[in-house]
């Protein structure tokens, strides 16, 4: 099992950046994927971004490709959400999950979970 630990979300103003941090811990190996999706108010959790721990392969949602950067320290085990030119639809609880294997963009292939952060862009 794996544990995820979500931190730097906050409220900005639409156009500015954010970066949000993961610290993952637990039996994590070098064939897992990690990723952030995030849920807005009475909507359903989305993907946003994956990154496969060995070859930091990533992979983005059309909805933030361009804006968003996923990035890992392996040394440290961290992963990093760089969003810029923020947008108020990107407001949400931003998650943090990870899984064994390839990266897929459903909620439900992803057994470990964060207690995620909050981000709210205001317009």
């Known amino acids: 099992q794996v544990q995820l630990v979500e931190s730097g979300g906050g409220l900005v103003q639409a156009g500015e950046s954010l970066t949000l941090s993961c610290a993952v811990s637990?039996?994590?190996?070098?064939?897992?994927?990690v990723g952030w999706f995030r849920q807005a108010p009475g909507k359903e959790r989305e993907f946003v971004a994956t990154?496969?721990?060995?070859?930091?392969?990533?992979v983005y949602a059309d909805s933030v490709k361009g804006r968003f950067t996923i990035s890992r320290d392996n040394a440290k085990n961290w992963v990093y959400l760089q969003m810029n030119s923020l947008k108020p639809e990107d407001t949400a609880v931003y998650y943090c999950?990870?899984?064994?294997?390839?990266?897929?963009?459903?909620?439900?292939?992803?057994?470990?979970w964060g207690q995620g952060t909050q981000v709210t862009v205001s317009s």
């Open positions: 637990g039996r994590l190996f070098t064939s897992h994927t």
């Open positions: 999950a990870a899984r064994y294997g390839s990266s897929y963009t459903e909620t439900s292939q992803y057994p470990d």
């Open positions: 990154i496969k721990w060995s070859t930091g392969i990533t």
